[in-house]
């Protein structure tokens, strides 16, 4: 079992629709991070976390560190929303842990 | 900030030969790291440097594989010598890190090894 889960692995869905990936993790943690790779590769941190909810336009992430448990919600979703987006959690000094990441795709 | 930069983009070579990547980190982040991504093995942390001292190279898969941070702006990450099964894009990524833990991390464009 890896100790970071994701789901779901892949995700379709319409313009405008509100859109959750979960990310759930085994491990005692400090902190958290969302992170966002498009198809040309690059990638870009969307969020840290250590507790509670953070807002950044359209995207909100939670998380519940009792429940060893994160959200990451999409409002009102876009094409350009199309990615993968990856749940990452830093367990012990700064190495970071990858979930194996969701492969979002948002049709017009 | 041009944010953190990565070269080369891409580098095709062939087996056995030295590949350095190079990495400028963003001014005032006192924490670097390098990743590699495979299609097999996603995402995986190969080692990171706070204030220019290797903190965890566990990630390192063997001896052929060597990094440096001579300096606060510069780290490489050479590879001596390459292998087929080395072909991966490899992020370098850096951060700001205080003793109230460590912020956003900001990664480069990565640069795309292809070994022949």
């Known amino acids: 079992k890896n100790e970071v889960e994701q789901s779901p692995q892949n995700l379709t869905a319409q313009e405008g629709e509100f859109i959750t990936i979960n990310c759930s993790y085994s491990v005692g943690i400090s902190a958290l991070h969302w992170l966002q790779q498009h198809p040309g590769g690059g990638i870009v941190s969307l969020f840290m976390l250590s507790s509670g909810k953070k807002k950044h336009g359209r995207l909100i992430a939670t998380i519940n560190i009792q429940e060893k448990h994160s959200s990451l919600h999409i409002t009102a979703s876009h094409p350009r929303d199309s990615a993968v987006y990856i749940c990452a959690v830093v367990a012990s000094g700064s190495r970071l842990t990858f979930g194996e990441g969701t492969q979002l795709t948002v049709n017009p | 900030d041009a944010g953190v930069i990565q070269s080369p983009r891409h580098e095709v070579t062939e087996m056995g030969q030295e590949v350095t990547l190079r990495c400028k980190p963003i001014?005032?982040?006192?924490?670097l790291f390098w990743y590699r991504q495979t299609m097999m093995r996603g995402l995986e942390l190969l080692i990171y440097?706070?204030?220019?001292?290797?903190?965890?190279d566990s990630g390192m898969p063997e001896d052929r594989f060597s990094a440096k941070m001579p300096n606060a702006s510069f780290s490489t990450l050479k590879i001596q010598p390459s292998e087929p099964r080395d072909s991966a894009v490899y992020f370098c990524?850096?951060?700001?890190?205080?003793?109230?833990?460590?912020?956003?991390?900001?990664f480069g464009a990565g640069s795309r090894l292809t070994v022949l």
């Open positions: 440097f706070n204030n220019n001292v290797p903190i965890d």
């Open positions: 001014s005032g982040h006192n924490s």
């Open positions: 990524a850096s951060s700001h890190t205080s003793g109230s833990g460590a912020n956003v991390l900001t």
